[in-house]
C-alpha cells in the first residue's frame, strides 16, 4: 500500500507539472479564449485520454523494467531529477513564456477540439518523461504490486491534472487578462514554479532508494 506521504508528494509534483509551462496548457487556455469554455472542456477532455494512453503504457513498460533490470531504478531516479532541474530552468530562461499568454486559434468542431487535445497531449514530450522519469520514483518494490502502484500514481496525476486544467479553462479569459496587466505575477509565478521543481529534484537526488 502506498504511504500517504508518499501519495502527497507525488500530487505535488504532479500539480507543479501542470503548472509549469507546456504544450497542454497553452492549448487549453489559448482554446478556451478563442473559442469559449465549452471548447476548452471538449479539449480537455481529449487531453485526459492522452493521460489515460501514457499511464497504461508507463504502467505496462515499469512492470517489465523493474522485474527485469533492477538498476534501471536507479538510472531513472538520475534521469527524472534531471529532467526537474531542466523544466526548473524552461521556467526561468530568458524569453520563457507563462502558460498564461494565449495563442490565437480558429473555432473548430468538438470532434476536432477533441482530438487536437488528445494528440496535444499524446505527443507532449513534457508529459512522456514524467511518466518514464518522475513516476518510478515514488513506486517501491516494498509496497506491493509495481502495475498497482503504478495505476495509482497515474491516477492521481491524472486527477491533479483535471482538476487544475478544469479551473484554469473555466476562468482563462480573467486569468489571462489579470496576468496581462501584472508583469510582476508572471515572473513571480515562473520562478515559483522553478523552485518547487528544483526542489523536487533535489529530494530525488538526496533520497536514499532501495532496489530488490
Given at each position: 500500500m502506498i504511504p500517504i506521504a508518499d501519495l502527497a508528494l507525488f500530487a505535488?509534483?504532479?500539480?507543479?507539472?501542470?503548472?509549469?509551462?507546456?504544450?497542454?496548457?497553452?492549448?487549453?487556455?489559448?482554446?478556451?479564449?478563442?473559442?469559449?469554455?465549452?471548447?476548452?472542456?471538449?479539449?480537455?477532455?481529449?487531453?485526459?485520454?492522452?493521460f489515460v494512453v501514457h499511464m497504461l503504457a508507463a504502467a505496462a513498460g515499469?512492470?517489465?523494467?523493474?522485474?527485469?533490470?533492477?538498476?534501471?531504478?536507479?538510472?531513472?531516479?538520475?534521469?527524472?531529477?534531471?529532467?526537474?532541474?531542466?523544466?526548473?530552468?524552461?521556467?526561468?530562461r530568458p524569453g520563457a513564456r507563462s502558460p498564461f499568454e494565449a495563442q490565437a486559434l480558429a473555432p473548430d468542431s468538438p470532434a476536432r477540439l477533441f482530438t487536437m487535445g488528445f494528440a496535444t497531449n499524446l505527443l507532449n514530450p513534457k508529459i512522456a518523461i514524467f511518466y518514464l522519469a518522475i513516476l518510478p520514483q515514488f513506486v517501491?518494490?516494498?509496497?506491493?504490486?509495481?502495475?498497482?502502484?503504478?495505476?495509482?500514481?497515474?491516477?492521481?496525476?491524472?486527477?491533479?491534472?483535471?482538476?487544475?486544467?478544469?479551473?484554469i479553462?473555466?476562468?482563462?479569459?480573467?486569468?489571462?487578462?489579470?496576468?496581462?496587466?501584472?508583469?510582476?505575477?508572471?515572473?513571480?509565478?515562473?520562478?515559483?514554479m522553478a523552485s518547487v521543481l528544483g526542489g523536487l529534484a533535489l529530494r530525488l537526488l538526496l533520497e536514499p532508494r532501495k532496489v530488490p
Amino acid at each position: 500500500m502506498i504511504p500517504i506521504a508518499d501519495l502527497a508528494l507525488f500530487a505535488a509534483a504532479a500539480t507543479a507539472m501542470v503548472l509549469t509551462p507546456g504544450p497542454n496548457m497553452i492549448y487549453l487556455v489559448s482554446r478556451s479564449i478563442c473559442q469559449g469554455r465549452r471548447a476548452g472542456v471538449v479539449s480537455l477532455a481529449g487531453v485526459i485520454a492522452g493521460f489515460v494512453v501514457h499511464m497504461l503504457a508507463a504502467a505496462a513498460g515499469l512492470t517489465t523494467v523493474f522485474m527485469a533490470v533492477p538498476l534501471a531504478y536507479q538510472v531513472l531516479r538520475w534521469a527524472g531529477a534531471l529532467y526537474l532541474v531542466w523544466m526548473a530552468w524552461q521556467a526561468i530562461r530568458p524569453g520563457a513564456r507563462s502558460p498564461f499568454e494565449a495563442q490565437a486559434l480558429a473555432p473548430d468542431s468538438p470532434a476536432r477540439l477533441f482530438t487536437m487535445g488528445f494528440a496535444t497531449n499524446l505527443l507532449n514530450p513534457k508529459i512522456a518523461i514524467f511518466y518514464l522519469a518522475i513516476l518510478p520514483q515514488f513506486v517501491r518494490p516494498g509496497h506491493g504490486s509495481i502495475l498497482a502502484q503504478s495505476l495509482q500514481f497515474g491516477m492521481t496525476q491524472i486527477a491533479v491534472s483535471f482538476t487544475v486544467n478544469l479551473g484554469i479553462v473555466l476562468s482563462a479569459a480573467g486569468v489571462s487578462v489579470w496576468f496581462s496587466r501584472r508583469p510582476g505575477w508572471r515572473s513571480a509565478q515562473r520562478y515559483i514554479m522553478a523552485s518547487v521543481l528544483g526542489g523536487l529534484a533535489l529530494r530525488l537526488l538526496l533520497e536514499p532508494r532501495k532496489v530488490p
